[in-house]
Nanobody, 116 residues
């Protein structure tokens, strides 16, 4: 079965950096686009960044452009989100997602808290 397992979250000071990972299994990772979402308390879930199956095209929310970088290692079946210049407003639960065989799959999420 499809499994997505995020890791790498934590508490970081404003201006700091984190790298999130999403380990995928149960499907041909290299054939599917992947997306990072986040949801802060009391707010709707928002798309953070997406990447095509080959990694040759990416898309970012305006709020993270120039600070976050999405990437993937198809050999390791892992998706990454490199986050720099973190701000308190980046605090949220970050989840990875894929759409496989007409169904949307989510990981359990990893919490990122940006605070001094």
């Amino acid at each position: 079965q499809v499994q997505l397992v995020e890791s790498g979250g934590g508490l970081v000071q404003p201006g700091g950096s984190l790298r999130l990972s999403c380990a995928a299994s149960g499907f041909t990772f290299s054939s599917y686009a992947m997306t990072w979402y986040r949801q802060a308390p009391g707010k709707e879930r928002e798309l953070v960044a997406s990447i095509t199956s080959t990694g040759d095209s990416t898309n970012y929310a305006d709020s993270v452009k120039g600070r976050f970088t999405i990437s993937r290692d198809n050999a390791k079946q892992t998706l990454y989100l490199h986050m720099n210049s973190l701000k308190p407003e980046d605090t949220a639960l970050y989840s990875c997602n894929t759409y496989y065989r007409r169904r949307s799959y989510w990981g359990q999420g990893t919490q990122v808290t940006v605070s001094s």
